[in-house]
C-alpha cells in the first residue's frame, strides 16, 4: 500500500527542546516536501526535497531544518521551538508537482510548544 | 502575497444538491490546479486534476472547471452525499517548478 508515515502524530514540547519529526514513504518518489497547516493560512511549504542531499527552503523555513540521506526519510527538525511554531504539519511526496503529479500526503503531526 | 485563494471558509449543502467550491488565483504561469480533500485527523488526499489547456475534466460525481481569462477555477460536486463533508483545498503548480500553492480551504458540510 503506498504511504507517507508521520512519526508522531500529536507531540507537545517546551520552548527550546530540539525535536525531530520524522517522514517516510514506500512510493520510491525523488520529491518529498514538508507544509504547516495553520487556520485561514492553507498549506504552506516549509522545505522541500529533489532527491538525496538535495533540499531547498518553501516559502516558511524560519526555524526549521530537513535532512535528506536516504530516498523514503526526510525528516524536519527544529532546533528550538518556539509557541509560533505550534501547528499542523504534514509531510508529502510526489513524483515532480511541476508535472501536475499528485502528491501523497501523511497524516499530520500535531504540534503543540508550550 | 496569497497567489491561489479561497474566499470562502465554509459552505453549507443539502444532500443530494449540487455543491460548488470556488478558487480564485493570480499567477497566470500556473499549468495545473489540483483538488485535494482532508478529513479530521487525516491528511489530504487527492481528488482531481486538471491542466491549464483544458476547461473542464471529469471525474464520477466531481468536476473541475477552469476559466483562464477570470483566473478562476471550480470544483462542482453532483449529488453531493454526507461523505463529501470535509475541507477542500485548491493547489497550482507551475511546469517544471517545486512547489505546490495551496489556497487557504474551503470546508463543506452536506446536511442530510
Known amino acids: 500500500e503506498a504511504q507517507v508515515t508521520q512519526n508522531p502524530r500529536y507531540l507537545i514540547t517546551v520552548t527550546g527542546k530540539k525535536l525531530t519529526v520524522t517522514c517516510s514513504q514506500n512510493m520510491n518518489h525523488e520529491y518529498m516536501s514538508w507544509y504547516r497547516q495553520d487556520p485561514g493560512l492553507g498549506l504552506r511549504q516549509i522545505y522541500y526535497?529533489?532527491?538525496?542531499?538535495?533540499?531547498d527552503k518553501g516559502d516558511v523555513p524560519e526555524g526549521y531544518k530537513v535532512s535528506r540521506k536516504e530516498k523514503r526519510n526526510f525528516p524536519l527538525i527544529l532546533e528550538s521551538p518556539s509557541p509560533n511554531q505550534t501547528s499542523l504539519y504534514f509531510c508529502?511526496?510526489?513524483?515532480?508537482?511541476?508535472?501536475?503529479?499528485?502528491?501523497?500526503f501523511g497524516q499530520g503531526t500535531r504540534l503543540t510548544v508550550v | 502575497d496569497q497567489q491561489v485563494k479561497q474566499n470562502s471558509p465554509s459552505l453549507s449543502v443539502q444532500e443530494g444538491r449540487i455543491s460548488i467550491l470556488n478558487c480564485d488565483y493570480t499567477n497566470s504561469m500556473f499549468d495545473y490546479f489540483l483538488w485535494y480533500k482532508k478529513y479530521p485527523a487525516e491528511g489530504p488526499t487527492f481528488l482531481i486534476s486538471?491542466?491549464?489547456?483544458?476547461d473542464k475534466n471529469e471525474d464520477g460525481r466531481f468536476t473541475v472547471f477552469l476559466n483562464k481569462s477570470a483566473k478562476h477555477l471550480s470544483l462542482h460536486i453532483v449529488p453531493s452525499q454526507p461523505g463529501d463533508s470535509a475541507v477542500y483545498f485548491c493547489a497550482a503548480s507551475v511546469q517544471g517548478a517545486q512547489k505546490l500553492v495551496f489556497g487557504q480551504g474551503t470546508r463543506l458540510t452536506i446536511n442530510p
Open positions: 526535497s529533489m532527491n538525496v542531499e538535495v533540499t
Open positions: 508529502a511526496s510526489s513524483l515532480w508537482p511541476g508535472q501536475g503529479e499528485e502528491a501523497f
Open positions: 486538471i491542466s491549464s489547456i483544458k
